[in-house]
Structures are given as C-alpha cells and as structure tokens.
C-alpha cells in the first residue's frame, strides 16, 4: 500500500500516528512476540481521539472526571502503552515500553488495570472490555445524577475489534447499553476484517451496522485512517442521544508487508520488513526513538486537560463537605462508619428473634439495613429478583428516565451483568453486587475471574446454591461451583448458615477493597444458629467454634451454610451417644487460610476425627482443613456430592445423596472405628 | 381474554392444544411448582407443528433421519412432555406427568436428554438449545453431504424464549447459523414480551426481527395463536436457504387470570384460577383426563411419521453395508476397531523418535493419523487454528460450499462452539471436538458442565494451559482451570506429559461413549518422557509409575502433563543423594479413581513421602492423592501455583513461581526431615 497520500495530507497527524506504530514494532521486536497489527491499524483513530477529544490531564491519570479509554481489544496493548507514553503517563514510561512484556514490567502482555494508571481496565479475553464499558457509562450516569453535571461529566470510550463484537457477551452489553440510552458510551469498532484464522467472514457475516441499529445504537461508518472523518464522527457521537459505534474501516498492520492478512494479526518481527513500514511512514528514526518534537507535541496533548482538571477541582471544592467527602469514600473503596453499628444491631436482633429464613431472605434483610447506609451500593438481578432477593424498597431503578435509581434490571444476561459490574467498580464510585442462581456462576465466570484478578470488590450474590433447591433439577443445581470460585484466587466466598453469619459476610463484602465476594445463599429456610450474639464478625475469621463438645472431644465437624444446621443436629446425637463432638462453622475458607497458624490450630486441634459436611463436592478445598496441608493431622471424612443432583423435593434430595445428621454420626464413628 | 373466537375458529386444532395446557396446568398443580405459562402461551405453535410438519414416528422416537424437537426454553418442560405423552412416546407415560418433578420420575424439572427418549437435549440453562440446535443443524448437513439426500434429510426445530435470545450465547448461535446457511434450522421465538423480572423492555428493546436479519436469517412474523398463520410459516420456512425465525406473538399463560404477566411465567397452582382456565379452554374434564378422541387424534400425529420411517429403512437397507456400518458405529459411539492399532503404531514410532513437542503439536500428529480413521469427527477451533494445532489437511472446511468439510472456523465463540459441538454429539453419528485456550474454559463452560450431565462425549482441545504459555500474562494463563474441570462430575481431564500419553488420552476420548473429555495440552515443548514402547494404553488407568526409584524408596513424586519432566529431573537429583525417588505420571485423576483400590495402593504404596508437582492451584483434586482419602496415609506437599500468573517469558515465570526440580527436591527434603 502506497502511503504517500495518507502522509502529505495531513504530515502532523501522520507523524504522531506513526510513532505508535514504531514504538509497536520496537516493543515487539524487542519481546519477540505480541500483537502488532491492531496497534498499527488504528493508530490513526486513536491519535484523534487523544489529541481532539479525550478528557484527560497525563499528569493526573486518576481524576475522577476524565473520560475513561478501554481497550476492549487488550492484545493490541501496545497501542495503549505508546499512548501513555507519548502523552507523560508518569508510570508507563521509555523503559517500560523497551520491557514490553518483561518479568515484572508494567507493560505486560495485555493491560492490566492494577499495574499502571491509565489502563483503566484489564483486557484481554475478548469481549470484556465493551462490557465493562456498559458499567462504567452507567456508573457515571448514576454519579452525575447524584453530583451533578459539575462534577461528574464524562463519555467512556472503547476501542473493539471483530473479536469483541463476535463473543456473546457484546450482544448483552450492546443490548444494555441501547436499552438505558446509555449515550456517554462511544464504541470505535476496528472493522479491518481480519481473525486469526481468516477474514472474518469464514466465521461470521452479521451486518454489524444492523446489528447495532437493531438495538437502538446510532452507527456512523468511516475510514478509519481519514484524521477528519475520525473527528467529524466523534463530534457526533458525543451530541447523540444514543450509544454509538463508530465503524472504523481500517487496514491491520497498515504498511507493512503483513497488511490486510492474518500474519499480521500477531507479531511482526521481521527486521527487514520492519525497516520497510517505517520507511513507508516516512519514520527514519532509531529503535524506541521519538524525536523531540513528535514527543513535544504527544506530551501537549498529554498536558490539555490540565486547565480543564484544575477548573473540576474547584467545582468539586463548592459542592458540600458532606457530598465531597461521601464521593472520596465511595472512590476509596471505604465502607461508610455506620456500618459497622448497623450490622451489629441487626445481628442482635436476629440472635434474639432467630428466624428460619433461607440465606436469600437474610441477604435482603441485610441490604435493607445496608442500603440507606452505603449510598454507593448499585444493586441487580439477572431478571431473578424475587428469588435472589437482591431489590430494596429506597433503590429505585435504574432507568434513562431515572438515572438516580440504583437497581438495575439487568435481564438474562449474567455475564453481561458481571463484566458491567465490573466496569462500575473500575469506574469508582460504585460498589456495585448483583445476583443470578449459583449455578450461573458458570454464564458469569470470565468476569468473575477478572474481577479477582483485577483486585475489585465486586459482589456476587448467588442464591439457589444447593440440591435445597429442589425440584429445579440438576440443570439448576450447583455442586462444584463453590469448588470453582474457591479455586480461583483473590475470591472470597462466603456460605453462611444463618442470618447472623449472611450479615457478617456482607459487612465484610462492603469493606473490602481488592478482592471481589461469591455469597453463596441458600433458597430452603434454615435455621438461626448464631443465638448468642456477639460483637464481634466471627466470619472474619473464616472459620469459628460453633458449638463446643461436653465430653471429651472425640470429633470435629465443619461445616458450612445450610449443612450447618446438619451438624449441629448430629452433635446431639454424637453427644447422646458420648461422643464429644465439637462444631465448626466455616463460612469463609480463605480468611481462614488467612489467620494466623495459632488460631487456626485453636479451631481445628489435633486429637479428634474430622468430618466435613458440604452439599458439594469435595474437591471444594475441603482437605486442607480435613486432613491438614502437609497429611497426618487428623482421620477424616466428607460428607456432600460426589454426582450432579435431580429433580424432586429438596428433603428427598438431602436423604437420596446421604447429606443428613445420621449419615454424619456414622462417618463419625466409623472414623472411630 | 375470551378465547371464545379462537375455540370456534378451528375447535380441532383447539382441543389438541388445549389437551396440552391442561395437562400442563395438572402436573404443575400436583407437583406445586414448575412453569406454567409458556406451555400455555405456545400449545398452539406446539400443536401445528407436531401435526403438520414435524417428521417423526413416536413408536421410533430414535429413528435417525427424524425432525428433531428443540425446547430452548426448557422452564416450559410440561410442553415436551404433554406432547410426548400425547403422541405416545414409550418412557413418557401418564403416570409419568403425574409425577412431574418428583424423585425418580423420567419428567424432571428441566428436560434431561438422557431420561427418556423424545428428549433430544438437556435444557433450562437459557440460550444453550439454541445454541445445540446449531450443532444440530450442522451434523446434518454433514451426514447428508456424506450418504446422501435419501438417508439423512431432516429438519431441527427450536422453540427458543426471550430469556434465550437475551443470553449471549444466542448472538454466537445466530452469527454461525447465518454464516453458514443452515436452512434447515427453525427457531420459534415465544414473542410473549414477558421475564420473571416484569415486561422485557424494562432490560431489552433489540429489535430482534432487525437483528436476526442482521446475521442472514429470514424472519416470519405472526400471530402464535393462529393455526393457519403458524402452519403457512411453518412451510415457507422449511422451503427457504436461510435459516428462519419465526416470530410467534403469544400470550403467556393463555386464558388464566396471570395471562400476559410476569406471575404467568411460574407455577400457577391456584385451584379456582385453574378451573376457570379450564373453562375458558371449554375443557371440562377431570385432572390429567383426557378424553379418548382427543388423545387419539394426538396418538394419530404420533404414528403419522411410521410409514416414511419405514420407507427410509427400505432405504437405508440400499446403501452399501460398509456405509451402513459406518453409519450405525458412528451414531453407537463406537471406534473403529482400526484406531487401536494406529495409535499403537504412533506410540512406537514417538517413543522411539522421542520428538520435543508441545503436546498441543502432539495432538495434531495423533489427529492427522486418527482423522482419516474415525471418519465422524467433526474438528474446530474458536479462531486459533493454528495455536491450537485442531485442523488436519484431509478433513476440508465446513461451508455451504463444502458440506463435507469436517472443519470448521467457529469464530471467536468458545461458548457457541461448545454448545453447538454438543448439538452435533447429541444429534448423533459425528463426535466433535473443539479448541481453544484453556484459560477460556471460563468462556465455554456452561456448555461443557451440560456436556458432562448430558453423558456426550464432546472433545475440549485446550491449550496453552499453564503459565508456561509465557507472556500473554495472567489473563490467558490457566491456574484454576483444571481444579475447574475436576470438579465437574463425569469429566475425564486428561493432562498429558508427552506424545504418546496424548496419543493414549485421544484414544480414550474417541473410544469413550458417555464422558466428554478435556484436553489440557502445553503451548511450550516437551521432552519425551515415555521412551520404552508398551502396548497396553497406560493412561486408561489414569496413573501409572513411570520410573522407579533406584535405592530405597524414599520419595514418591506425582505429576502431570508439562511437569512431568521437572518430577523426572527432580528424581535424577534425589537418587545421587541417595534418595529414592519413584516417579507417577497422572494423566487422568478421574480413570485412575476408578482403578481397583489394589492398584491405586501399588502405584502409590505407604511409606514413603509424596510431591505433587502440577503448574496450577492444589485444589484441583490434588490431595486425595498426596493425603489419602481418609488421611494419615502420607506426609506431603505441593509444587505448584497459589495465586495467578504474570506476563514474561515461560522459563523465567517457571522459575518465579518455584515450579523446579530444585523446588521439588527440597520440598522432598523438607517432608523427610
């Protein structure tokens, strides 16, 4: 392809575009591998955004007003970090981009939001990033709501390749984003008809324009390599009152050799093929070289929204010191002081009343109480919110005509629900939770990983977490799921037994900062087993002495959530028998892990058979604490799912797969032997 | 609503659908829960379907070349089993919906394909029969390109609802289904404008005639209460080249008091509203009665197909006896009786050669030589068919210029690839495998949990699975992926540590009926380790010991696939200290705990410590092996991940995370004291 026309005819726009593209073919020539096509294709597009239209101050990359950049297609990295670099991003900075991909590198393969500021968001596995968008543009229409247009007015942006647009998860967050006129939201879709294995149409021919349309999007298709064009169609995205794709038709790996095919996709390494697309741009420059004035004028660009910046901090300066310092907490991830108290109060209270509420019915009585306080929670349901019980009264709901509302309706979409909850919390400002049936961990997964992964406190409320639900079949019916969550690490997942423990897991869910929460939240009533209040957050420590043995302790029993109530009834027999019999509740197995070896050895000491009890499989982490991490502590037993469930009443199932007190006492003197 | 006008207009149609809506509300009031109103609102649609249009003789409910019937909205169970029942399907009696969702009953909650036949697929997870009919859709046109128009020529009917269209997975159902022109596949969308949350516009306002367009279907849209309306779309649909969706305005819950509401969509129990459905309907008959003329006008619908079956008998009698061979191993699951010997051959050849492949390029030897052999794969990839190593030269891409073709490039849709492959297990006479990065297992494992519950033997390809992929970073870096797939019961995870342990896992899981199986295969190279040729299918039993220790066995050391070779490199260092050390490969936790407990004790015998080694978290099944069931049989210890990967080079994150065998060896020493 013949460049010339592109160069002369805008030569500034041109060199600021190519030093992206040299800067992609350095790092990657340097990594040996990477993604250098997309980078090099839509560095036209991005150049116009950053210079014309991004609301950003380089030097302070977490302003909370700016417009947010997500690049949904995360293998083009690079083009992110010669952005950041080029406009004086303090942390990605020349030597970052030369350890491009590099043990212990900011600049890591794909963005990862907790490495840098300015990557707003880690992506990577395809489709994410449009997703998260869809939370982020609803975080700030539910900020600027709540704050005003002074203090919060900003567009979301997204970069998505033909990979985005084809994962399912796209058409859930395209759907949302149409249905809540969520017009901040500006989608630059790389339409450069390349996949990995092809053009894209060996896979897919949808009409994407249609398709958007379709869902009450304005579409506006460009040559994406046309510096006016670019500007003319985010001109007017931004005054639409709709969400709109910008259709970017693009060339992959533009001026190289590799252009408009598959290779190009991937890592250009080719030295001499190299040299040829920088001679092409007109680019005669060293490895990693940018000259002053190209950099000069990136860091300008870097330096435009400073006046802008300045002028929101004395705007945010006038609002009240009430509403100054609620909007800081919520950005801080800090729990509001009252919570504590509330929580404490209603634990009292249930330890007195001790209802036989199933856990969902708990997690609402909690949220009533913790709603009115923690004004930053964003409530949902993936259309389940009478069975996941996640609506309070004083919400509202969220919708364009009232964008005050704080529970949303998210529809059939559980994935789509998580990777946009995801998006609020990223956003700040927002402590977002939202529910589904556990078993739809499953639909959820990818965002749940990458909350964990991107150290965000998004909660997931999953009810229906057992065979206790009954007649809904094995279709429905969790048993590895909390095996899946509890392998995944930095996830807390919490299975409370009672109302008491639902409200300490909660509390701990709406402090915590970096680690997203699975509530694990029965449909079937049970019990209230926490009947002696205490002040203190016993599920804290993950695990705890329920109820202690009255002869000498012979066994130990651990439980969690509705088997809770199981041991507790085969204490009595054991005991009856003579037996001793100690039980512990253990509703969160990783703050256990996280005590200290003292406490842990106080909860589970030596000298007595162990029995775990869990309506799920084993694998669910449960030997380490049965058996002990190094083997020879105890002799020990389970007693849960080996198989999927089935279809019928919820107490049949419980005696069909043997989760019962009698099959617990007999496990434990077998154990005895 | 007066149901007067549509009971005269045609009170033949209306008696049979009625028969349909009053069974539907009898179960669902004997067993006082389950979904009534879709039954109801599509006992129409239903009704003219099976009469006129659906191929199928209720006496050889497995007759291969017959429609198949696809409930995506598998809530609305009571509307398969009314018509099973009805049309005299043989496992569906009236006792049966009399115990609708009781223990024991072949009538579940959600429809359970390996229950009863009639059943073609389990569904109730939304968006997963949709996407299963693709794969569907597609198995038949593969059959028929290979025998021919007069044995394989049949249509696959979906009847999908909003919560299926909403799920993501459906746009990736959609864009295949378009793309590949699949005109035989019919969906009929229940427009009844009604979720659980409320109407569907509080979430969705997709145009969805506009989006299914979009993607090249033809779009009907008519009144799903009219019978003549549905019969006409019906024809013109089936005589398109496109796939159709018809778009049946219906009304939930037709003719009860919670008609057109959400209430609709649950179980409508109340006695009076019941009877006065019933009246409305005019049927005035007894709980589960239906009466002799009407249950022999549904019975006539079910032995109307009987004499096209036996017509295709007569024709598929004229087909070569080689070919009919063919035909029925293929539907039985059967291998090949050739494929043994030439995986023995390949065994020979590589433990001799001792090739250095990834096990991923070890996958691709064994497919090229099982390809031309196991003429029923169907192969793909989700967009990385050349990092996944799935495509053999010989197999031809699947297009509709190429019916034969038994590749396809399923596009960046792991989860529609997933579905879809179970659809083609499901249909019957192809067993499909499918690749993709094992990170994104997240992405297809909605569809392979059903893959396991449904007893298909659908192949997952997946590769790059440990941090040894290197600098792609944690978001494509498998950690918690196999504890996922361990978790799930009925799943052979296979974990191979060379080329002839891959060729003895593809063996399995081409051999294997009712298991589906995941292959966790490297993207960096491995050594072989299998040197000396045994016949015998070592990786059958699941582990096996590799290399014994020279001295006194001191040591046990366990591993999988990638780390097989650090465990044989950490004994070489042991035994010249002195330390005997056996080594175990484990290829298969799953086959190996079904080994005879005689065995599991010879390969793994008291008295000496055990390390696992496996580039991944402990919890994926690990201490069952290192601790003993029971406990107390072994001190122990773990080499392997505890937190996600990083983005850098594969050797230097193996060396960053501790997975050596210097690690290992002083763990060893550690245990031993």
């Given at each position: 392809m013949d460049l010339t026309a592109l160069r002369t005819a805008n030569p500034e726009h041109w060199t600021k575009a190519a030093a992206i593209r040299a800067l992609t073919l350095d790092a990657i020539h340097a990594a040996n591998s990477g993604h250098s096509g997309m980078p090099m294709g839509m560095a036209d597009v991005a150049t116009v955004l950053y210079e014309k239209h991004l609301k950003f101050d380089a030097s302070a990359p977490n302003w909370p007003d700016r417009d947010r950049f997500i690049l949904s297609a995360g293998h083009g990295s690079m083009l992110l970090y010669s952005l950041l670099y080029l406009t004086g991003n303090p942390d990605i900075t020349l030597e970052q981009i030369k350890n491009f991909r590099q043990m212990g590198a900011l600049t890591a393969g794909h963005p990862e939001n907790f490495l840098a500021s300015g990557i707003e968001t880690t992506t990577g596995p395809l489709g994410q990033g449009i997703s998260n968008a869809v939370g982020f543009a609803m975080a700030e229409e539910v900020q600027r709501a709540r704050y005003g247009k002074k203090v919060v007015d900003h567009y979301t942006y997204v970069i998505a390749g033909d990979g985005c647009l084809m994962e399912g998860v796209s058409q859930e967050a395209i759907g949302l984003a149409g249905r809540h006129e969520l017009s901040k939201l500006i989608v630059l879709w790389d339409n450069n008809n390349i996949t990995i294995d092809g053009t894209?149409?060996?896979a897919d021919r949808t009409d994407q324009v249609a398709r958007f349309k379709a869902s009450g999007w304005q579409v506006i298709e460009i040559d994406g390599h046309n510096p006016a064009a670019i500007d003319a169609a985010l001109t007017k995205a931004k005054s639409s009152n709709k969400p709109t794709m910008i259709a970017c038709k693009t060339h992959i790996a533009?001026?190289?050799?590799?252009?408009?095919?598959?290779?190009?996709?991937?890592?250009?390494?080719d030295p001499d093929q190299l040299k040829a697309a920088k001679d092409a741009y007109g680019w005669d420059h060293g490895a990693f070289e940018v000259p002053a004035d190209v950099l000069d004028a990136w860091r300008a660009i870097g330096a435009r929204g400073s006046a802008d910046r300045v002028e929101w901090e004395e705007r945010f300066a006038q609002i009240s010191e009430r509403k100054q310092g609620e909007f800081r907490r919520a950005y801080a991830f800090e729990a509001p002081k009252k919570l504590s108290g509330a929580i404490r109060s209603l634990k009292k209270q249930v330890s007195e009343e001790q209802p036989k509420w199933a856990t969902r019915k708990s997690s609402e009585e909690v949220l009533k109480v913790v709603n009115p306080i923690v004004t930053e929670t964003v409530g949902g349901s993936a259309d389940l919110t009478g069975s996941n019980n996640t609506k309070t009264d004083d919400m509202g709901i969220f919708l364009p005509e009232n964008r005050k509302g704080r529970y949303i309706h998210w529809g059939i979409r559980e994935h789509g629900m998580a990777a946009a909850m995801n998006g609020m919390a990223l956003h700040g400002g927002i402590r977002p939770y939202g529910g589904t049936f556990m078993c739809f961990t499953d639909y959820a997964r990818p965002a749940m990983r990458l909350a964990a992964l991107m150290k965000i406190p998004t909660v997931f409320v999953m009810t229906h977490d057992s065979i206790g639900l009954g007649e809904d079949g094995p279709t429905h019916q969790p048993v590895e799921h909390l095996a899946i969550s509890r392998a995944t690490p930095n996830t807390y997942v919490f299975r409370p037994a009672d109302t008491v423990e639902t409200a300490e897991a909660w509390e701990i869910a709406l402090s915590t900062k970096e680690t997203p929460s699975v509530l694990s939240l029965t449909r079937q009533g049970l019990p209230t087993v926490r009947t002696q209040h205490k002040t203190k957050n016993l599920t804290a420590q993950g695990a705890y002495v329920l109820a202690e043995g009255e002869g000498k302790r012979q066994a130990i029993l651990i439980a969690t959530g509705s088997e809770v109530a199981i041991a507790m009834e085969a204490k009595a027999k054991l005991e009856a028998e003579g037996i001793g019999t100690r039980v512990v509740s253990m509703p969160c197995m990783e703050l256990f892990a996280q005590q200290e070896e003292a406490y842990r050895k106080r909860v589970l000491p030596a000298g007595a058979v162990r029995v775990g009890i869990e309506a799920a499989v084993r694998d669910g982490g449960w030997d380490r604490w049965l058996l002990g991490e190094r083997g020879r502590e105890a002799k020990a037993g389970f007693i849960g799912m080996s198989s999927f469930g089935a279809s019928a009443p919820a107490d049949e199932l419980y005696a069909k797969f043997g989760i019962t007190a009698e099959a617990t006492v007999a496990k434990v003197k077998d154990l005895l032997g």
């Open positions: 894209v149409d060996i533009l001026g190289h050799a590799a252009q408009d095919t598959s290779k190009g996709h991937g890592a250009l390494t």
